[in-house]
């Protein structure tokens, strides 16, 4: 089942969800593969701007039985060359964070849209190469921006069609 498919959705009964479904920014999609197991999806990035456009991200998103009080366990399964997210699929998200010291880590108030809206901002504005999880890619770039570049290039073409 993917959300955005119209009003018979059986999604639609779980508030969060429908929700989620109502506000997902236009390069992303949402998958539920066993749609009696909403706790479990699958989302696709498709980057419109910036180094990783042309690419298609796909995520796996686990809802725990304390959600909302931990956050949502998350993972990369495409293979991709970024600062923030580590080739095996671990991804530096401040929000995913269930202790953060600056304060934007996971708080009960934050929801599933929340979660989709932060991994789809890690290809734009939250894209960091100043505190990295993948520091080999962040001194990538900041040794050559341009070999960067390639190496994100090939990495979609070998991984993120």
């Excluded at 269930?98 to 991994?119: F, M, N, Q």
């Amino acid at each position: 089942m993917v959300l955005g498919a119209g009003p018979a959705s059986p999604v639609s009964g779980c508030p969060e969800v429908a929700e989620l479904e109502a506000n997902l920014p236009c390069t992303c999609k949402v998958y539920f593969p066993d749609p009696n197991k909403l706790h479990c999806f699958q989302l696709t990035v498709t980057p419109d701007e910036g180094y990783y456009q042309g690419g298609k991200f796909q995520f796996e998103t686990e809802v725990p039985d304390a959600y909302n009080m931990v956050p949502p366990k998350v993972r990369c399964l495409t293979r991709i060359w970024h600062p923030n997210i580590t080739e095996t699929g671990e991804i530096c998200l401040s929000l995913l964070r269930e202790h953060s010291i600056d304060g934007t880590g996971w708080a009960p108030t934050r929801t599933l849209k929340d979660v989709v809206w932060g991994l789809n901002s890690l290809f734009t504005d939250l894209l960091n190469f100043d505190d990295p999880l993948n520091i080999e890619a962040a001194e990538h770039h900041l040794r050559d921006k341009e070999d960067f570049r390639n190496k994100v290039e090939d990495y979609i073409k070998r991984y993120a069609r």
